[in-house]
């Protein structure tokens, strides 16, 4: 049996979980204009926390501004 120690594997489960993020951050109008930071910030909040937006309707956009 081979090792890899100090490697880390990507999971299938985060690469969906991302994925599926950034499809509910773009549908909820989160990646536009990313050259102000809060714009930046709500993006990244959108796609990490998609849940609250998708399932709870939660508008970041009023929490971050």
Do not use: C, K, Q
């Not at 594997?9 to 536009?32: C, K």
């Not at 930071?37 to 959108?46: S, T």
């Not at 998708?54 to 971050?64: E, Q």
Request: hydrophobic residues 60%; positive net charge.
């Amino acid at each position: 049996m081979i090792r890899t120690i100090g490697r880390r594997r990507t999971s299938l489960i985060g690469l969906v979980y991302l994925a599926i993020g950034v499809i509910v951050a773009a549908t909820h109008g989160y990646l536009v204009a990313w050259n102000i930071p809060g714009n930046i910030l709500e993006g990244l909040a959108a796609i990490l926390l998609w849940p609250l937006v998708a399932i709870f309707g939660v508008d970041l956009h009023t929490l971050i501004a």
